[in-house]
């Protein structure tokens, strides 16, 4: 049995952390340093960190929020939003990420993600998958991009098993269904990606209750679980979060 993984995320914009619902109406969250710092001493096992608006302003990540939070975590760190090419990668790894999420840049040009895979190694390279449900899709999930905006007209899963022929080392799908909704992660989508590939996959998008993130390993097949809201909000701890799944025979790293 795998060890499963807690993950916060910090979504990032104008240097505060925030939270939407669908991927709008965002509401301040807080400093990224003291959450960073915060989520750390809980016992998270990494950190992502996504600059939200990055792709959709057309500008690179701000750096300098990549070495703030960076130097007070010990953690992985994975950072995403406006990469898009090697030499961006090179940057926020050399900034303090461990490493680096993709989605847009990736669909846009996937040799991207052969290249990155090949110079820096597949296990920093992660590929973000949003998705939405479509019926005329072949599994029924259509592939979006620019922060949920755009459809591409794709499908997501299929989508999910080219990124793992070209070389990515994470699957990070988010179902825009159920962002920030605290409903539940979208296990229907979650499932069908972890069903088509054999890499760690992250759940995330709509945990809100501790039942929510054993639905997500054992309904869903993930093996890192992300959570924004419930963590930022306060609602539930990390360490109830594992003590939870370990109640329920799963194996996680307490703190």
């Given at each position: 049995m795998?060890?499963?993984r807690i ?8 240097g ?5 619902i ?6 301040d ?8 710092s ?5 016992g998270a ?15 690179k990540?701000r750096l ?7 130097s007070v ?14 030499e961006d990668i ?5 900034a303090?990420?461990?490493k680096i ?7 846009k ?8 895979a090949k ?6 390279i ?28 794709k ?8 990124c ?7 699957i ?12 539940g992660?979208?296990?229907?989508y979650?499932k069908a ?11 995330s998008g709509?945990?809100g209750?501790?039942e929510h993130?054993?639905e997500g ?7 890192i679980?992300l959570?924004?809201?419930?963590f930022?909000?306060r ?12 109640g329920?025979?799963?194996?996680v790293?307490?703190p």
């Amino acid at each position: 049995m795998e060890t499963v993984r807690i993950m916060p995320c910090l979504d990032m914009k104008e240097g505060r952390v925030v939270k939407g619902i669908h991927f709008v109406d965002l509401k301040d969250a807080g400093d990224p340093v003291e959450n960073a710092s915060f989520y750390q001493r809980e016992g998270a096992d990494e950190l992502a960190m996504l600059d939200i608006a990055a792709t959709v302003e057309n500008r690179k990540t701000r750096l300098e929020w990549v070495k703030n939070v960076s130097s007070v975590i010990d953690i992985p760190l994975t950072v995403g939003g406006g990469i898009s090419t090697l030499e961006d990668i090179d940057l926020v790894l050399e900034a303090g990420a461990d490493k680096i999420s993709m989605n847009s840049a990736a669909v846009k040009d996937p040799d991207l993600v052969r290249d990155a895979a090949k110079r820096f190694g597949s296990a920093r390279i992660t590929v973000a998958i949003d998705a939405r449900r479509n019926n005329e899709m072949p599994s029924g999930f259509e592939l979006v991009v620019s922060g949920g905006r755009k459809p591409v007209g794709k499908d997501a899963i299929e989508w999910a098993k080219r990124c793992q022929e070209l070389g990515a080392g994470v699957i990070l799908p988010t179902s825009m269904d159920g962002d920030g909704t605290q409903k539940g992660y979208d296990l229907e989508y979650i499932k069908a990606i972890s069903d088509v590939v054999d890499l760690p996959v992250v759940a995330s998008g709509g945990a809100g209750k501790l039942e929510h993130f054993y639905e997500g390993v054992v309904m869903g097949g993930a093996q890192i679980l992300l959570a924004a809201s419930v963590f930022h909000y306060r609602l539930i701890s990390i360490r109830e979060v594992k003590e939870y799944l370990r109640g329920k025979g799963l194996m996680v790293l307490l703190p």
